[in-house]
């Protein structure tokens, strides 16, 4: 279906040009869209685009249910499979949107998961010391957890975004968005000591870069990479949570609003653009007072 391939790759160019989505957020329609295609023509053996009824689509999405596939990851591909019919339609691809009448599958919202103070501890002592790289990781899950920023946007630092001497970071987010978040005491001081005793060490003589955190060969830490780094050491601190990419931006905001932190702020310091996506921090707090209520109180 080299028409479906050119029309993908036209939908891509419009995301990143005319909405200015990121590169992870393209990676993951790209995936989307890919499955999607492969699928209407070697399962359904369909050859044009225009063919695609709301019967095909649902054909997939069975497909996708009989691999396992979670009710969040369904409605992703619906969502993605629906925009790209829009853009069909609307650049006259295709002469009909079969996505009209798709409903979305019911998702179970689950709270995120959040560490606990101690295991946050636990966790920023994990990494070897003596080891630039150690030191390096300690600067890492201080920001991280200091600043409540994404994994992408960490990865994504530069040098001259980190200003040691203000007290702030610059974080660019979603579609290029820019906030300035502070620094608190150990992240200031676990960023300082990065660049003192460790950056320059894992530089080495290798080509010069402006990425604020860098592998062994000198070249900015990718998510995979970074996300690897995480899991190690949860597992050296003995975490038994399960570790996901967003755990420590969860703790970040959990434990601001716990401590009184009004919701506004959080919402600016995550970048969130709605506050009702910061709103589920507070749900969080609310339940782990039950927690404790029900663990401590005589007659709970």
């Known amino acids: 279906m080299k028409e479906a391939q050119e029309a993908v790759l036209d939908y891509l160019h419009f995301l ?17 869209l890919e499955d999607y295609i492969e699928h209407l023509h070697k399962g359904q053996k369909l050859e044009r685009l ?12 069975e497909h996708l249910r009989d691999n396992g596939k ?14 790209f019919h829009q853009f069909l339609l ?15 599958p019911q998702i179970v919202k689950t709270l995120p998961k959040v560490l606990s103070i101690a295991e946050i501890e636990a966790l920023i002592h ?14 890492m899950i201080e920001l991280l957890y200091g600043t409540g920023m994404r994994i992408s946007e960490c990865i994504e630092l530069n040098l001259e975004d980190v200003h040691l001497s203000m007290g702030f970071v610059r974080i660019y987010g979603k579609g290029g968005k820019e906030r300035i978040v502070p620094l608190g005491k150990s992240a200031l001081y676990a960023c300082e000591t990065y660049l003192q005793q460790a950056r320059h060490l894992l530089q080495g003589n290798y080509p010069k870069t402006d990425a604020f955190f860098i592998n062994r060969r000198g070249k900015r830490l990718t998510r995979q990479g970074c996300w ?13 949570k399960e570790m996901t990419p967003h755990t420590l ?20 310091m995550l ?3 709605d506050i009702s996506t910061t709103q589920i921090y507070t749900h969080i707090s609310k339940t782990r007072l039950s927690e404790v209520y029900k663990q401590f109180h005589p007659r709970a």
Do not use: C, W
């Open 50 to 61: 225009n063919d695609v009824d709301r019967t095909r689509i649902l054909v997939y999405l």
């Open 126 to 139: 994990a990494p070897d010391r003596s080891k630039p790289q150690g030191i390096r990781d300690v600067a």
């Open 16 to 32: 990143r040009v005319e909405r200015q989505y990121s590169e992870n957020t393209l990676a993951s329609y790209r995936r989307d």
């Open 90 to 104: 609307r650049e006259k691809i295709t002469d009909h949107d079969p996505t009209v009448h798709l409903e979305m």
């Open 228 to 240: 690897k780094l995480l899991k190690q050491h949860a597992l050296a601190a003995n975490i038994k």
């Open 70 to 83: 979670s009710s969040r990851t369904i409605a992703r591909h619906i969502s993605s499979i629906r925009s």
């Open 249 to 268: 931006r969860h703790s970040f905001a959990t434990h601001l609003i716990e401590n009184g932190a009004d919701l506004r702020s959080v919402q600016e």
């Open 271 to 273: 970048g969130h653009a």
